[in-house]
């Protein structure tokens, strides 16, 4: 492909929407998925993001719009399990890896049930950001504007929670809520992440971008805004290489995520 040819990608609208989806799923990853490793909540948007497959194929075999029924199922799951996690004596990882095992198992029987042709489906287990909608877009513009005034409402309590939620119990932080509203919008985005770096890839892209800043950055507005700007660096860098060299989008973002975070990591260990 001629440099001509390759510019002519970026005046189609499709791609123009794809890179766009791309820095605002990164800032929104990077933010995200900085309280992820922070709270060591990891395994938790693995198991959300596997639950979705039960979503999708729910939908497609109730007939139901796509987009919004993966998002409402995506945060009834979280919020479910965050309440069995609350009410069991059993350790938060033995939870996630028994609602994550019970809704791929579950996804996978439904999924038996569907009939005719099921590519689409299938296409869930790796995305194609290429397929990102304008309503998508409004989507998640709508969510990272909620997130970024969350944050500058609540930014004191947010970083007393990170750090130790029992002393944010005492000094009367509600903890719960708290808690439960970062559910709801891990969950959103990952319902809207998902279509574009599939079920697989989707815990890497959130968790490599703040692990590239945490070892970069020692305080906590730096590290959030760090782990956004690589996340959106990595959405429009990988959108270049996709398209000029012909690769999958989603696993090309989260392989530029991926060599980022080793070449920060070299970088560390030799300062």
């Not at 395994?43 to 796509?66: I, K, N, Y």
């Not at 932080?173 to 770096?197: D, E, G, K």
Request: hydrophobic letters at 60%; glycine letters at 10%.
């Amino acid at each position: 492909m001629n440099l001509a040819d390759f510019l002519s990608l970026f005046s189609l609208p499709f791609m123009q929407r794809a890179v766009i989806g791309g820095v605002l799923l990164g800032i929104l990853g990077g933010i995200l998925g900085s309280f992820l490793i922070l709270r060591r909540l990891s395994l938790f948007g693995d198991t959300v993001g596997h639950s979705a497959m039960l979503g999708v194929v729910l939908a497609a075999l109730l007939e139901l719009p796509a987009t919004w029924s993966l998002i409402g199922f995506t945060v009834a799951f979280g919020l479910g399990v965050i309440y069995l996690i609350d009410r069991t004596n059993l350790g938060s990882d033995t939870v996630l890896c028994i609602a994550l095992s019970g809704s791929v198992a579950l996804g996978t029987i439904v999924f038996s049930y569907l009939k005719g042709y099921r590519g689409n489906l299938l296409s869930i287990l790796f995305g194609d950001i290429l397929a990102i909608s304008n309503t998508d877009l409004i989507l998640l513009l709508l969510l990272l504007v909620i997130t970024l005034v969350w944050l500058a409402i609540s930014l004191p309590e947010q970083i007393l929670l990170t750090l130790n939620s029992d002393l944010a119990l005492v000094k009367g932080v509600s903890v719960q809520n708290h808690r439960y509203f970062f559910i709801v919008l891990l969950a959103i985005t990952i319902a809207l992440t998902i279509r574009a770096v599939g079920i697989l890839l989707l815990n890497g892209f959130l968790v490599i971008p703040a692990a590239s800043a945490r070892l970069v950055c020692q305080q906590f507005v730096p590290f959030l805004a760090t782990a956004a700007g690589i996340g959106a660096l990595s959405g429009v860098m990988g959108m270049i290489i996709s398209g000029a060299i012909d690769l999958p989008s989603g696993p090309s973002i989260v392989l530029v995520q991926l060599f980022g975070f080793l070449a920060v990591a070299l970088w560390c260990r030799q300062g």
